[in-house]
């Protein structure tokens, strides 16, 4: 491979993606090259199967639906309203817990 | 026609009903919406990921906080596209647990559609060599150089919104773009 070539070869690919000619640089080079043209080619090619996968979808795993739920068991015991009260009236308490413990354990000792 | 846009109007009009209902903590709703967008919301992990295990876990992951994002959720663009969001900030989460990961065989790849032109033989099985070729060099780009590919190129996304969901600049993300197909095209050749 030359060094047009080689120099050519990221900016044949990317117009060839995006559908555009190559960049006016190394256009002339690319006209008479067969290598970038063929680049070109390929790259065409591989764009249009590029975009084609989306709508190919793989099947997500059987169990995917369940995981999610169950995981979400404790999310949906509480009504999203009373989420944030829940939230911090349990960290309040723990705390609290945590006092009472502490201060046990000072007596104690 | 009339008939397909009546059925897709009432389509939209469903999930839009669903989505109201998940947003009030609706749980049957919302398994409903996750039964609809499970499929591509898991290609697009394992699109995003290689390894198929991963990718199951970043679907699970992306559709936990979908949930518990759900509230915020205007309806400014579909929820499709408000998934693929969640989804690839997920699995960009899940970036170094990737790296661990060995990516996806080819052979794992086997359950794709009938390629275009499968009418013809030839060109069929030229289609599904390039197939392959192509999903072995897109697995074979680095996490952050395949991501901004599989939203460019198989998803359209425009640079402005890759560079949004990277926290990098628009610049920044034509650059790594540019590199990537650069890379993707030097592997193919490699492999043909």
Known sequence: ?????????????????????????FRSHASTCLRCQARHVAMTKAARELAAM???????????????????????????????????????????????????????? | MGNQGDSSQVEAGRERELITRAQQGDRAAFAALVRQHQDEVYTLARRLVGDPHLASDVAQEALIRAWRALPKFRGDSRLSTWLYRVTVNTAWTHRERARRHRSASLDEYTQVPAPYGADHPEVAGEILELRGRLRAAL??????QRRVVVMKDIYGWSHADIAESMGITVTAAKVRLHRARARLARDLEESA
């Open chain 1, 1 to 25: 491979m030359s060094v047009t070539c080689e120099l050519a070869a990221p900016f044949v690919a990317n117009s060839a993606i995006d559908g555009r000619e190559v960049t006016p640089l």
């Open chain 1, 54 to 109: 989306e709508s190919q979808t793989n099947a997500a795993p059987a169990d995917l639906e369940w995981r999610v739920m169950s995981s979400l068991e404790g999310d949906l015991a509480i009504p999203r309203s009373w989420r944030t009260p829940v939230a911090v009236t349990a960290a309040l308490v723990s705390m609290a817990a945590a006092l009472v413990i502490w201060r046990l354990r000072l007596k104690a000792s």
């Open chain 2, 139 to 144: 697995d074979n780009l680095p996490e952050s």
